[in-house]
C-alpha cells in the first residue's frame, strides 16, 4: 500500500553537494519525492526532532551538527515507504551498511551519516507535521 515517510538530506551531504545524487537514488529506487524544501534548521528545532536522544551522550554534538549547514526535508511516498526507506538508507554507521545503500555510498561517520528516516510509521506522520503543512504536500 501506498505509505509516506519523511526524510533529511543532512549537512555532510549537502555541503558535499549531495542533494541531487542522493534524489536520483531515491527516484531510482522507486520513490516519489512529494514534498521538499531546503531549511537551517535552529538548534530549538534540531533539538526538538531528536528530543528521543535528549540523554545520549552525543546529544550536544548531533544538535550542532544538524545545524551546521542547510538541510533538504522531504515527503517520500511508495509502497511500504516506512520500510523501503529504512533498508535503502543503511546501518546507523556507514561502516555497517551494506553495499549500495544510501548511508554506504555517501555517509562520512556514525553522526555525519548523509540521510534521516522516519522508524515507524506513526512516528513518519509525526515528523512529517513537523516540517510541512497539508498545503505544501501534493501527491
Ligand atoms: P536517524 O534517526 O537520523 O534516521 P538512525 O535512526 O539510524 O538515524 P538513531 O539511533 O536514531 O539512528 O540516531 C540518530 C542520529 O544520531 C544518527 O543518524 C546519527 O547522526 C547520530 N548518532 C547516533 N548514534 C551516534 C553515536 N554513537 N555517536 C554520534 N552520533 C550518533
Ligand atoms: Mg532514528
Redesign the pocket.
Known amino acids: 500500500m501506498k505509505e509516506r515517510t519523511f526524510s533529511i538530506i543532512k549537512p555532510d551531504a549537502t555541503q558535499r553537494n549531495l542533494t541531487g545524487k542522493i534524489n536520483a537514488f531515491l527516484e531510482e529506487h522507486g520513490f516519489r519525492i512529494i514534498a521538499q524544501k531546503r531549511i537551517h534548521l535552529s538548534r530549538r528545532e534540531a533539538s526538538q526532532f531528536?528530543a528521543v536522544?535528549k540523554d545520549r551522550p552525543?546529544f550536544g554534538?548531533?544538535v550542532e551538527?544538524m545545524v551546521s549547514q542547510p538541510v533538504v526535508v522531504q515527503v517520500l511516498e511508495a509502497d511500504d515507504a516506512v520500510t523501503k526507506y529504512r533498508e535503502v538508507?543503511g546501518a546507523?554507521n556507514p561502516k555497517d551498511a551494506t553495499d549500495g545503500t544510501i548511508r554506504k555510498l555517501f555517509g562520512e561517520s556514525?553522526?555525519r551519516?548523509s540521510?534521516?528516516?522516519s522508524?515507524s510509521k506513526e512516528n513518519a506522520a509525526i515528523e512529517i507535521a513537523f516540517f510541512f503543512s497539508g498545503t505544501e504536500i501534493v501527491g
Open positions: 531528536y536522544h552525543f554534538e548531533l551538527y538508507m546507523t556514525i553522526e551519516n540521510v534521516h528516516g522508524d
